[in-house]
Nanobody
Framework: QVQLVESGGGLVQAGDSLKLSCAVS??????????MGWFRQAPGKERELVAA????????NYADSVKGRFTISRDNAKNTLYLQMNSLKPEDTAVYHC??????????????????WGQGAQVTVSS
């Protein structure tokens, strides 16, 4: 079994930056075999993909709403996934979840293809 634990969320003002981390544990070398992603869910809205990254960190994909502001990265030696969020806006307020897809090495965009999920980290951006 694989466990994902997010950290780094908080309350910030519009224009500020935050960096989320997702620590992966539970299966030896687990991050090496999995594509990963960050999702978010705002109150009253469906969960949406924010960013995705392939197994080696050589390929990424972003939602249009965060392109140029957010950067997804990973350190497989540390079994950790990151999301650097710059120029935050009030509409970025949501619970952010990291996720891992055990079946794929490549970028995964569909929610159903992810097998493991973190509990979520709250990000609140005030105007």
């Amino acid at each position: 079994q694989v466990q994902l634990v997010e950290s780094g969320g908080g309350l910030v003002q519009a224009g500020d930056s935050l960096k989320l981390s997702c620590a992966v544990s539970g299966r030896t070398g687990s991050t090496y075999a999995m594509a990963m992603g960050w999702f978010r869910q705002a109150p009253g809205k469906e969960r949406e993909l924010v960013a995705a990254i392939n197994r080696h960190g050589t390929g990424t994909n972003y939602a249009d709403s965060v392109k140029g502001r957010f950067t997804i990265s990973r350190d497989n030696a540390k079994n950790t996934l990151y999301l650097q969020m710059n120029s935050l806006k009030p509409e970025d307020t949501a619970v952010y979840h990291c996720a891992a897809s055990a079946a794929s090495m490549f970028i995964v965009k569909t929610e159903d293809a992810y097998d493991y999920w973190g509990q979520g980290a709250q990000v609140t951006v005030s105007s």
